[in-house]
């Protein structure tokens, strides 16, 4: 496995990958990996000849009264969980690599961003498809891997690579979740004991929602509404979002026809998590 730290070398490390014809996966992270960011990286084993992970804490995506300073960092520790699902290349730069003096260009996909944690968190999807489209012309992945968890994410970076044609392909892999619903993530490092069972409550909305779903219903606010009614029983829980909306344009839906995104985020104590699920009527 190669440690990787500046950009010219990641450059030189993707010539000689293309030189032997070999297919290059990336799974770009912030670190602090976890059982969810390994299983994208198997999935990138499974369809790639070369794996890259990146790992670069994105400060143009937090808020200013984000928790960009405090995020957890171990790259040792990240190396050695990677270095056991023989991952054959580590991508972390700098910021200053990253951006340099007096940058100032961004790419935005309008409309979208704004959208679902684009609401409460202003311009952070801007920096998320600002470095995603950095990495993607440093590193040259044929394939990138982004998880389920991250849904708007993953809507808003499929429909750059369509708009700007890039030569990528998006591969979405499912939500891995604790034995009792929660889904990981790495800020779950955050949650004190109590915090932790709180937490919970953004899994049970769904899976109410979800239930009267399969039992019939389609009306997205009486859905909504569901859904919204398990945080009232939840004093350390606070509701951002309970959206039912499409999962590609991210619009909100009202009757549920086709495949929709039933997505959630809440503050638990003072830690933002986010969690959803995809229904659909023809399933």
Known sequence: MKLVKTIDEMRDVRESTRKSDQRLGLVPTMGALHEGHLSLVRAARDKSNVVAVSIFVNPTQFGPNEDFAKYPRNLEKDSEMLEREHVDVIFAPSVDDMYPAGAVTWVTVEGMSDRLCGKSRPGHFRGVTTVVAKLFHIVQPDVAFFGQKDAAQV??????????????????????????????????????????KSALVLHRSLQRAENLFENGERNSARLMAAGKEEFKNESSARLDYFEIVDPDSLEPVTTISNRALIAVAGLIGNTRLIDNVIVDPQR
């Open 155 to 196: 809507a808003i970076v499929r429909r750059m690579v369509r708009d700007l044609n890039m030569p990528v392909s998006i591969e979405v892999c499912p939500i891995i979740r604790e034995s009792d619903g929660l889904a990981l993530s790495s800020r779950n490092a955050y949650l004190n004991p109590e915090e932790r």
